[in-house]
């Protein structure tokens, strides 16, 4: 544990110091991928120039610095180690090695032509050391052909060979380049630098540990000897300036051992070279550079939205390597960890993006002070089985772990985690997939007599399986760690199979199936705000409604991002429930592409050409475009184009008004996409139908997808919700009334204005002091004050929008009876049926319901029939309202015109205003009263926004929330989303 190095705390970050021979000293190494070909070389070369004149410290006496690079074999593809490799692997099978011995010369030589044309003797005398190793390789290589025996010792002395050149390359490139600058006047410090064979100083102990021990005592020695000889050749030489300067290339993994023959450091050896190099030189610190921006909070391949982390302790960078980060392997920080009397900082950099700061790996990281980021990082180990042993023979009997471990052991199974719960009837362990099958064998070879007895009831194994796991020094003492990790995998669906956490709390590991370890990673790494929570959207019926929502949708991307991480991408629509799905162009794992507002006109216009109903001209052609129509497409396939398994939250908002798509959502739930409607034909249709909605809702138990209906009765008014929360905070609702339809609410202001109405809305402009915008009247000829005909109302609600398209619809109460079902599901009342509340309802005009009628021409006769009703409600001080009611306590549904007193909430109601009231044992005197327009599609737009919010706000909280340190669970400071202004109507 590097906490516990003394010198750690007492030596600034900041703070540079004298190493080796009271020099300044700074390690840089390249891997393979850095030296690939002449133009990598070229951009390692002028990042080793950059750092070897760049500033050590802001003072302006800034100490001159020496410069250690550390290089690795040309990478590239095929990489020269492992064409190197491959030959001795030819050679055992007395394979022709000739060809790949070719082309290694032809990957040199085709460098060495780009790096040096001008200079062939440089040229020449580095080719001809390149294919005299090759000659000496290829004497080698004969012996093991005749062997027929590929010799570990023979393997890594070939194998090293790669190092040696690409170092020897480098160091004749800068010389070859400071020659050039040495021209130059201005040039007042001249650096040397000098090619070091790392086999002259690393010396490894190969009998102290498995894979060797680096024996610093003669490593040291060695250390001084190579300097002494440099220094003494660089005084000789005839180009040696008082002003020259020191610089070190070293090849990277190679060594040898203590009996003094060529060996590797093996596995990550090029790293570990820097590593021991820069604790040699008691370096301020060591640069990798690599092909990556640094250490990452996830593997890109699996969570496209990883990030690179700026810090991170040794500690969290070594359990992060273990579960697979391949930026740096562990070994490669234990000399930086050890080094004395200083630790050493280790750099990841980009060697493709040099001035990107990249991640610093030292003991302690500061970025823990910010609670929200707790947790740096997360990975995973793929292909591992899950071993279960189970009985009560192994409660409470003393050595059952020893027999078990030890028994694997001799086996040589590596076991990576291990669970067991304290009544230690199971002991559950994880260990590589390819050597389940061995483990269970072996498990029942030793515990065969209690297997008889059935003290040992099973062994079990489970497979393939993955470890995810969650890695930060700042998950100790801080509480909610493990609900946040847990929660986020149960809110994606992710059943844990086994849970292992150390007493340091520096690491939360849990076992999943493999199959869904990919969306386990994206679950997590957004839960903990390292990724934002990515939500698959489908919209369904782009009329007015449909196309508001988009505007919202798009206009409030980057504000939901920024405020609560959650990227919303819409991936899928269907302008109409019997119109072609347009999908995006490029939907890829990943991918950020949503499909906007211009994107959706014109796929219409595409549609429209197609179907001849507009011009062909209109429509541009780009390949870049976003969204594309797919043909064949329809309504039972929209989910295919939106459900993915790697993500967690898919939604569909369905803005129609539309009876088949209502049929679709018990599938859509069934698929595990949540679904926000403002359609409420699926709760309102047949009782089989309500039936298989409410069993799809509880298809995966509290992990079942939602359905969010709030939408459905009231638009963008709170009634199912303030309905919802009267029942769980125990109130007891006894009854429901209300005007529930805004085209009947008009329609009945209309005929029946109450006296004097225009006095209110002259006290609202005056009293609310330019808050309140207008008046009453909804059109400038329209006096609402004044009573009209039934007919007029008609017209103008027609002319508004406030109708359906069918005003049947509204006229016959059928709106006004699918509200009154949703409302009556949510009381517990089941068993309506849709017909039963419509015909025993009271019809405004009972004629128009079974002839075919022009609504814009009704006949004079129904006119004077509504108007004997208007006339006898006044004549009694009352006006005429439509009024929708359900007695709770006698579970009776119905809707009449009712006569209103003039001053009650139902008679000063607004014209295409709803007004809803709740009588419940705690309002019994004074009811609850909701009331406000429901209708208009930016309002409606933003109610179903705010309920896919609602949905989301217990796994993605707003920014602000933070983990609290003391509490006993999360505190959660709210933060509200950005107010968007509406869009005009069409």
């Known amino acids: 544990d590097v906490s516990d190095h003394p010198e750690a705390s007492e030596h600034p970050e900041d703070e540079v110091h004298t190493g080796f021979e009271d020099k300044y000293w700074l390690v840089h190494k390249f891997g393979g991928t850095s030296v690939a ?127 040696l050149w690409s170092a020897q390359i480098l160091t004749a490139l800068l010389r070859h380049r400071q020659a050039e600058k040495s021209d130059n006047a201005m040039e007042v410090t001249v650096h040397e630098y000098v090619y070091l064979d790392a086999r002259r100083l690393i010396i490894v102990d190969e009998d102290a540990i498995q894979n060797g021990a680096i024996d610093w005592d003669s490593s040291e020695i060695k250390m001084k000897q190579v300097y002494n000889e440099e220094i003494a050749k660089l005084t000789a030489s005839a180009t040696s300036s008082p002003n020259s300067v020191l610089h070190f290339v070293m090849t990277g993994y190679v060594a040898t051992n203590t009996q003094g023959v060529a060996t590797t450091l093996q596995r990550d050896g090029s790293d570990y070279s820097a590593s021991i190099l820069g604790r040699l030189l008691q370096a301020n610190s060591i640069t990798i550079w690599t092909d990556v921006n640094g250490v990452l ?219 869904e370890s990919t969306r386990a990673l994206r679950a997590v790494h957004a839960a903990f705000r390292l990724s934002h929570t990515t939500i698959r959207v489908g919209i369904v019926g782009m009329n007015e409604l449909g196309q508001s929502l988009l505007r919202l949708l798009e206009a409030q991307r980057d504000s939901l991002r920024s405020t609560f991480d959650l990227e919303l991408q819409v991936c899928a629509m269907l302008p109409k429930p019997d119109s072609e799905v347009v999908a995006l162009k490029k939907d890829f794992d990943g991918g950020s592409d949503s499909i906007g507002y211009n994107d959706y006109e014109l796929a219409q216009e595409e549609m429209e050409a197609k179907s001849g109903q507009a011009p062909s001209s209109k429509i541009t052609f780009n390949e870049e475009k976003v969204a594309q129509i797919v043909p064949s497409s329809r309504l039972n396939s929209l989910h295919t184009f939106l459900f993915r398994t790697d993500y967690s939250n898919h939604v569909i908002f369905d803005c129609t008004n539309d009876e088949e798509v209502g049929k679709r959502h018990a599938d859509w739930l069934k698929a595990g996409i949540n679904i926000v409607t403002a359609n409420n034909m699926g709760l309102s249709g047949p009782k089989s139908q309500r039936d298989e909605l409410e069993r799809a809702e509880k298809t995966m138990g509290k992990n079942s997808a939602q359905y969010l209906r709030g939408v459905t009765v009231g638009g963008g008014l709170p009634i199912i919700s303030t309905m919802r929360s009267l029942l769980q905070s125990g109130d007891r609702i006894r009854r429901v009334d209300g005007i529930f339809s805004t085209s009947l609410s008009f329609i009945m202001f209309r005929i029946s204005p109450p ?127 439509h009024i929708a009611s359900i007695n709770v306590k006698e579970r009776s549904v119905e809707i009449k015109l009712v006569e209103v007193p003039e001053h009650h909430v139902f008679a000063v109601n607004s014209p295409s205003c709803e007004c809803v009231r709740f009588f419940t044992h705690r309002h019994m005197a004074y009811p609850l009263t909701i009331q406000g327009p429901s209708a208009g599609a930016d309002s409606t737009a933003s109610a179903l926004l705010a309920e896919l919010l609602q949905l989301m706000r217990g796994k993605s909280s707003p920014r602000s929330v933070a983990l609290s340190r003391s509490g006993s669970s999360a505190s959660l400071r709210s933060s509200s989303i950005g107010y968007l202004p509406p869009s005009p109507t069409k």
């Open 297 to 515: 909070t996830a593997d890109p391949r699996r969570v496209p939205h990883a990030q690179v982390v700026g810090e991170v302790s040794f500690n969290e960078a070594m359990e992060l390597a273990y579960f697979g980060a391949k930026v740096i392997h562990p070994k490669t920080m234990q000399p930086a960890i050890s080094a004395k009397p200083y630790q050493i900082p280790i750099y990841i950099r980009n060697t493709f993006e040099p001035t990107f700061p990249g991640t610093r790996i030292f003991s302690t990281s500061t970025r823990h002070a910010d609670l929200d980021k707790v947790v740096c990082g997360f990975s995973s180990i793929e292909d591992i089985a899950l071993v279960n042993v189970e009985g009560s023979g192994l409660m409470g009997v003393p050595g059952v772990a020893k027999r078990l471990f030890g028994r694997l052991e001799e086996s040589n199974i590596n076991v990576i985690l291990i669970s067991q719960a304290s009544s230690e009837h199971t002991v559950t362990f994880a260990t590589v997939a390819s050597k389940a099958s061995l483990a269970k064998e072996t498990i029942e070879d030793e515990f065969s007599r209690e297997l008889r007895v059935n003290y040992v009831q099973s062994v079990d194994v489970i497979a393939p399986c993955a470890i995810i796991a969650a890695v930060g020094d700042g998950m100790a003492h801080t509480s909610g760690v493990s609900s946040r990790f847990f929660s986020a995998l149960g809110d994606a669906k992710i059943n844990v199979l086994a849970v292992a956490q150390g007493s340091s709390e520096r690491n939360i590991s849990a076992v999943v199936l493999a199959r």
């Open 37 to 163: 070909n002449a133009d990598c070389f070229r951009k390692v070369a002028d990042i080793v120039e950059s750092q070897a004149k760049s500033p050590l410290t802001d003072s302006s006496e800034d100490p001159q610095k020496s410069i250690a690079v550390v290089v690795s074999a040309m990478g590239g593809k095929p990489k020269t180690t492992d064409l190197l490799l491959k030959t001795v692997s030819l050679a055992a099978e007395r394979g022709d090695v000739e060809p790949t011995l070719q082309f290694i010369t032809e990957k040199h030589k085709t460098c060495l032509l780009d790096l040096f044309p001008n200079d062939p003797d440089e040229r020449d005398r580095l080719l001809g050391i390149i294919q005299q190793d090759l000659q000496n390789i290829a004497d080698i290589l004969k012996t093991v052909a005749l062997m027929k025996w590929q010799a570990s010792r023979i393997s890594e002395l070939v194998s090293g060979y790669g190092e």
């Open 755 to 881: 006296s004097d109405i225009s006095a209110c809305s002259k006290f609202d402009e005056s009293f609310s002091k330019g808050a309140f915008h207008g008046d009453l009247n909804l059109q400038a000829s329209t006096d609402i004050g004044q009573a009209c005909s039934f007919s007029q109302a008609v017209k103008e609600a027609i002319a508004l929008g406030l109708m359906e398209e069918d005003p049947t619809n509204d006229l016959s109460n059928e709106y006004t009876s699918r509200v009154l079902m949703v409302l009556a599901r949510e009381l517990g009342m089941v068993d309506l049926e849709l017909s039963d509340i419509q015909n025993g309802s009271d019809k405004v005009v009972e004629s128009i319901l079974h002839t075919s009628v022009d609504y814009h021409n009704l006949p004079k006769e129904m006119d004077e029939q509504v108007k004997k009703r208007v006339d006898a409600a006044k004549s009694r001080g009352c006006v005429l309202r």
